[in-house]
């Protein structure tokens, strides 16, 4: 493979540039002529397109965000929208494309691969943690550090002034950030749309913890079962004690990525050019049990993100 794209889509996530710098660096290693297409897959049909040098890349490891911008593009879920973006390729004469983005953006790169044949290989960059093939996505770990050090901030003041803190996180219609950012900061509850709501269990968890002698109580709340200001109202009108909401908002999916996603974005953006210098496409990266996966971009796409019991029960026994 001689000259390969690269682009990010759907919502950026921290690491998203790290990965970026992978992927460059190991195809200028193996003679690749690189280009970053801007703005996902609307750049791929507009042709907008940067090519890639060693210092295209330089000093964004540390930076949140993408370079090489994101956007949702309508135009690529229909076929006039797909012909373009495979004509630009076509033209441009890139034979290989790397795609960084969540489930939607995989379903456009296994369009272009199993209808058009083109090769692509697929890199989870959400910082949902929604793909069931792999144990993390990029930018995952940094948005749950970001939630940790918002709760933590909130407890401060909610054991203050001894109310409970209704949090909404992200996650789209995934728990998992409310779930590692619950058992890791020490959350009492958490709200999360695989498991359904049990006020009565909420309420004698509280009481209990109050009776205990806590002075605070943390809820996360994950985005896809409702709102933190539906859900505080829904509270108080059953509990005495003072709620307020929080909605952690657009904060998640930025910062400085931590090591754990410097890590991934290395290794997946590296895995992703060794696969296509193989002659390898149709492909998706991933990490399960601490080893670097890939699998193919079809199987990857039609499997179920199973919710983590064990871990949920774990908070619920560890958090009063
Ligand atoms: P995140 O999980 O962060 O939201 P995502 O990749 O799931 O990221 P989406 O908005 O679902 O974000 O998808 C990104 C883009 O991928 C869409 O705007 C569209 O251009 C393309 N896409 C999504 N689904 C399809 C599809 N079925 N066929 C072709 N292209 C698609």
């Known amino acids: 493979m001689k000259r390969i794209g690269l682009l990010t889509s759907g919502g950026d996530a921290p690491g998203m540039n790290a990965c970026i710098r992978a992927v460059v660096r190991t195809a200028l290693y193996f003679g690749m002529d690189v280009y970053g297409i801007q703005r996902g897959y609307q750049g791929l049909i507009d042709d907008d397109m940067i090519p890639m040098q060693m210092r295209s890349v330089s000093n964004i490891v540390q930076r949140g965000g993408t370079m090489l911008m994101t956007a949702r593009c309508l135009e690529m879920l229909t076929k006039d929208g797909q012909e373009k973006a495979v004509k630009t390729l076509k033209n441009r004469k890139i034979d290989g494309l790397v795609v960084i983005g969540g489930d939607g953006s995989f379903r456009g790169a296994k369009c272009l691969s ?4 083109i090769p692509t290989i697929g890199i989870p960059g959400t910082i949902d943690n929604d793909l069931a093939y792999t144990d993390y996505t990029l930018g995952f770990d940094t948005a749950v550090n970001t939630c940790l050090d918002v709760i933590n901030k909130l407890r401060d003041t909610m054991t203050s002034h001894e109310r409970i803190s209704v949090v909404e996180v992200m996650g789209r219609h ?34 209990r913890s109050r009776v205990d002698g806590k002075r605070s109580n943390i809820i996360l709340l994950a985005e896809g079962v409702c709102t933190a200001d539906e859900f505080s109202k829904r509270l108080q009108s059953v509990t005495a004690y003072s709620v307020r909401s929080t909605v952690i908002g657009h904060i998640q999916r930025g910062g400085s990525p931590t090591m754990a996603d410097r890590m991934l974005a290395a290794q997946f953006g590296n895995k992703a050019v060794r696969l296509l210098n193989d002659g390898i496409g149709d492909r998706v990266v991933g990490i399960r049990k601490n080893e670097i996966i890939d699998m193919d971009i079809i199987e990857a796409v039609s499997m179920k993100k199973k919710f983590n019991y064990e871990l949920y029960q774990t908070l619920q026994m560890i958090s009063m």
Do not use: K, T
């Not at 199993?114 to 044949?117: P, S």
């Not at 049990?198 to 009481?207: A, H, K, S, T, V």
């Open 114 to 117: 199993e209808d058009y044949g």
């Open 174 to 207: 995934c728990g998992d950030i409310a779930l590692y950012a619950g058992i890791a900061s020490g959350a009492e509850i958490i709200i999360v749309p695989e498991v359904p709501i049990d006020m009565e269990d909420i309420i004698m968890r509280i009481n």
